[in-house]
């Protein structure tokens, strides 16, 4: 399987130096890197193809240019778009059958970001407003810059977020009562309130030593047996929706299959002789 | 509608300078404001008839006098009623029926809290014993005064916590062991524990900043749209009991009707011309 | 009753100075406590048998030896047993068959120690890696020694961590980002990241200090009520696993009966009189 | 506790012969018992209240009037409130607001009879139209008379029904196909359909038979140990929400204080004495 | 919207005197309608476009030819592809996360049926096997011929079935038993015994009037109002893999947006002037 | 693995004429097979081997003697056993800690049957009463002789049944009044009014008939490929317990590890051949 990584919103490089890892940016910084609906709909795109392409064991997330992640919503495309009042021939229920499907199409796109059965990692800086919670909280492990301004963003534009913050922020940070503050107020936090409270993993001194640490943890993590990484992702989403034992059910069948790999052996052949073991690819 | 927020137990402020604020005071100052069941049976009254006055879009919930927030349960009145070993004439699946419904109706009434659907503020301070978890895990968000003494008191008068605190504290705190601790030594904690492990957004240096913190707090929800707030609180409550797939459908079904609202342009318009907006009563 | 706790494995001691607290040893410091099937098979035993005993009202866990709570899977056992490829015989679903047997009779051991109806301190040092992050997880409260070195290890044996880690330790600590971390690169972490991320409660200077210390932490729950304290512990466990609706709803049923105790007047008066409290076996 | 059942739109029997046996009729015939919004707030007040009534042991409703059991909502009232297209002023998010509020009212009043702690058990005859299927489908049994015309009416006035058929008709017939067809097309079923799938578990020749059948049913149930029939109802409610292991769990728990009734020897023993035991009040 | 409906496996009729009905007929009547990848992905592509098209309210599915509604999988295909044993290269786990990927966009496709907002009507007929039965699980409502042959065909080829109708037919059919003994013996079994299990509607005397009454049925649903339909549908699917309590309050929220429209009064005064309503497109 | 099956009350036939088939008679005919509690842990030992025999495919649970299958608990072991009114010693939770630990232990021996990886039929004949439900409720398929007289007798000694009839017989009849009226009753329902609503799969003459038809169909079971029968078996389990997602994910990750398998192209090989396949051992 060749992929050609060509898009038109987004830049997908594959660093030579650091094996199976793909570093996909998001272009279009001299709009602080805003979405729009055909933004959306094609980092869908970018996910799926990167899930199945055995090439690819680890991924960074982060956004072209100096001065954001992502600002969020084009507010003035979607003002124009769903978020306008539309045509006021139709009525409410027929208004919010097309809210509804338009909210799912784009629930989706930033889920397919968590069921890329590779983890994604998100390197965040300077402006990570509204969408931005959205995106990184659907990625496995978020690190970010000192400078960066985050905010959930949405009730300052007279709406709930709905994109998937709320239903995923509360699930990353066990601290409800501060998810309920930056949520109903919108107030900005920094990168060390974010680390104080696990948003984040770690923050770097500025946005280049952010997005080089990041290629590095997904280097690391590319060099272990891609079926160990991508169970060990699967089933810690699993996880999170379900109850212990559920949990512990769907592991005991999950890898009545994984172990049946090659990996174990190489991997405890190159623990003995320490070096580095290598993986087919899945 | 009028309201008339005149209770036995309890002082409702609606303070001028604050719009769309109420201020509750849990009102036994001279019992540490403990609590018996006239108490909680109006304390529900008291959320339920905020949870529908349009006046009303946040609520600050405190204690009334310098002592404590609430030492708890009067267990002066409780060990005459229902934690009394009752009548011997009746034989123990009667005695459990009946303490079945008085447990589910004290819940209930606690509950109240969460169910109203404009987000509460406890500020807390000196005793917050036993009940007062129970009921400051009920509100959205929590901050207190340097001088709160915490404490997850049941296990010491013989009984598991069961009004509210076993449910909801650790689906607050992101720590369970701290969770399990706590409530299986009833031990004492201070403000800044309570900080560490995200029981409290903040802490104050006294019983009337905190108050004055928690207003300021509601104040800067109260002027958000209230169609917005309300969302973001429904759908944190609804996502904290689901799963992410079902938060995020939920969410789509509620956004579907909510961005019907004018208060998304009025917002937006605000936006552009820096000012305050104004929305419609809810 | 009169329980003789003699195992191969484990060492079960019944400290006199600690009335109704038992303290129980994995017994293999020569091979780091390593666990192979015999291993965990008794451990459940001990557990079982633990949960039943009324003279035994908290449990501390700790490793014997100064090097290892455990360092995990004995590697070399499991090579040739559950982890080896297996005879060529038989095809991929016979062989997922029995792993997945394997696997469950494993999870059931280790959750022998969540089903316990009295709370367990796990008291770690030294080397904890793979399995014992598995086994602390389902104690209720872990402490531990400035010196322990963690490691969610299986990811670099290359499989999913499948006897419990990916389903308790995401409820355990409230930090997904660090969970994810920690699972994808089985790095190496101390106890201070292991007490800021919430994974232990509290670190100790040194093993003798953390034992010590766990057994104080037991001596004062196996104090109290055990109606109480195996009531929170329950409640807790199932309110993990539940929306906060059914756990008020089980909290009620369970307690319609647990408040039929004697423990409660016991407490009460004791309280009154600024005396110790006595309870009855359970 | 004497209860003074008098109602504005429901007479409560007490029949001499059927002791603790209650019998609730919804009692506008002249309007065939179509319903309006003070009518079901009585009666959640109804069921409130023989719910906790220890003189009642099981409960029949029916409607008075000979032509129906009730021919569901009074559109007329209706369409002047709730359905009514409302003030132009409100724009779409409020005016859902204020529908959620009425939905939940509504539907909490119907909820009423599934939660009452004692059987019930529905005589229906006539027009069992819309509200009718609501009802009867929240009642534990449902018996009917020849002549009943049952439908699932609400798609015929342009909604989806919304008082509780959809959530609860799927769950008490097993025929998935049957119950989209008639919610779907809001045709038309007799007493035999209803019987054949299951909906009601009885039919009689007229509304005369079929209100003593029901009776006599309430009779036997109620001749029963209150303790263990009250917790058979409660124990089939929980467990239709619930995975089996979760209804195993409750069960026993339900039953460590259940069993501690005088009602098992008491039932025992007249079994051996062969002859009919008296429980003491529940 | 102008949709064209031309595709390579299935035709879409849209009958003239059927206003709003969509006909869909699986057109490989050759092979008896066998299944292979390219059909089942295109069968997707049908129904995800039928779902969104404004101009269709109601959906029958039915196979061309005489012999069958479909035979099945087409093993011939199948025994090339995913149930070939495949390359002896990739190891058990790695052929397990291929097989994992084919099942799931397989799965996928049969649910685009169930997720399509319009009821959808299976008119089936002749051999009606293995992917037949999943198919026809994911419709809304079954009718069949007289000389229909269905059979849970997947165990007599090795496999539990994994398309669908595991998980839905004992959803659909309450008896549990049966479902175990047509999915564990393949048993072949007629239209009378599927519908005396309620797995059919109705049976029809050969497959053109089965295909009459299922158009029928489709054109008496389109009549309806299209938000009280799609609505009703989609209800019933959330209310099948939720509580009572979480269907109900599902419904409320749902309807807070969707009786916001003028199909309500549209159809209370046709129902006042005896006449057929019109409903806007959705 | 050769295993000895000698039971004291139970007998465990392999009949020769029925490769890879069991056949567990319930043995204790001069009390009609009535259980106390060392019968039931008997039972759990019986169905813990057959589980993982690998010359058993399918097995059949009958009652010997000719009056009952089992005529449920033998009440007056009972009542000098769990259901007495125990030590007057021991306050009412220290009773229910040990009713619970009892209750657990019988569902516990109950679940043994569902949890066997191979599919049982049971046999029923004469008295079913109690017991009989809850048991037989929790083998795959029913089928009983003509003279059966069942019983959901609980209610009538004064207890909700709690070994398992409220939780699954709900669940295999798709009818929730008939359930709701026979659990509350306790009356005695025949054979065929089981087989009317599902709870049985077919009546026969008398046991004989009865025993041989279900003998007859486990060798028609344990003549299919093992890997199929019990994925079948386990897939519908867990379905019933989760939602149609759930299952069809679950599904996808099992089957991934039982495609693997030869059973399928000796299956298809098989059909092409028109001769009885043969399976390898499971």
Known sequence: MVTNYSYKYFIVHLPSDHPYVAHVEINRPDKMNAFFEAMWLEMAQVFNALSHDPSVRAI??????EKAFTAGLDVHAASQGELSSGSEDIDGA???AHLRRHIG????SITAIERCEKPVISAVHGFA???????????????????TRFSVKEV?????????????LPKIVGNNG???E???TAKIFGAEEAKSVGFVNSVYDNKEATVKAALELAKLIAGKSPVAVQGTKEILNWSRDHSVQDGLRYTSVW?????????????LLSGIQKRKPTFEKL
Do not use: E, M, P, Y
């Not at 199409?105 to 989706?108: K, V």
């Not at 407003?129 to 400078?147: F, K, M, N």
């Not at 300052?156 to 995923?168: E, K, M, Q, V």
């Not at 890898?255 to 991997?267: F, G, I, Y």
């Open 60 to 65: 960074v997330l982060s956004g072209a240019g």
């Open 94 to 96: 027929r208004k919010a």
């Open 105 to 108: 199409t784009f629930q989706d």
């Open 129 to 147: 407003l509204g969408l931005a919670i959205d995106i990184s909280a659907a990625t496995d492990i978020r690190v970010c810059a000192q400078d």
């Open 156 to 168: 300052d534009i007279g709406l709930a977020a709905d994109i998937g913050t709320l239903s995923r």
């Open 178 to 180: 501060w998810v309920k």
């Open 182 to 184: 930056v949520a109903l």
């Open 255 to 267: 890898n009545s299959a994984a172990l049946q790999t090659k990996d174990v052996s190489a991997a």
